[in-house]
């Protein structure tokens, strides 16, 4: 084969190595961001609702809670399999159940979003984060 077809030939398969590395880099970078403790406070807090909705979607389970000042919150619960070692299924409640949750609040106050270490219903603790759980 001509030394400048193989070349071209390898060129190309660098370009396309190039392009396939950055797609991976790009698209994994959201996901680590998303996943992280660093957009929540470092102090943990409580909520005290009422469930919206249930979410058990990757990437990872939520709950719509209404506060009991009327505001809705976005609360995120552990990644599928920590929320399923905590007992927590979509079984394990409904809309309208009172819930309390231990976590860490989104740092930017106009976000009403939450991250669960515990989610209490009925009475039953969901510890999505038992290594995190800090309480008085």
């Known amino acids: 084969m001509h030394p400048v077809l193989i070349e071209n030939r390898l060129n190309r398969r660098r370009v396309l190595q190039l392009v396939v590395g950055g797609a991976i880099v ?3 970078v959201p996901a680590v961001a998303h996943h ?9 807090s409580e909520l005290k609702g009422t469930i919206r909705s249930i979410s058990m979607a ?14 809705l919150w976005q609360i995120d619960l552990g ?5 399923e ?4 299924t979509a079984t394990s409640a409904k809309p309208g159940d009172a819930i309390v949750i231990l976590g860490n609040r989104h740092k930017d106050k106009t976000k009403m979003q939450m991250k669960a270490v515990r989610i209490t219903i009925a009475g039953k ?8 759980i800090r309480t008085n």
């Open 58 to 71: 990757p990437p990872h389970p939520s709950l719509q809670v209404v506060a009991a000042d009327g505001v």
């Open 79 to 83: 990644n599928p399999n920590q929320t």
């Open 125 to 132: 603790n969901y510890d999505m984060y038992p290594e995190r």
């Open 85 to 88: 070692r905590s007992g927590f």
């Open 26 to 28: 790009v698209t994994s």
């Open 36 to 44: 992280g403790w660093s957009w929540a406070e470092d102090a943990q």
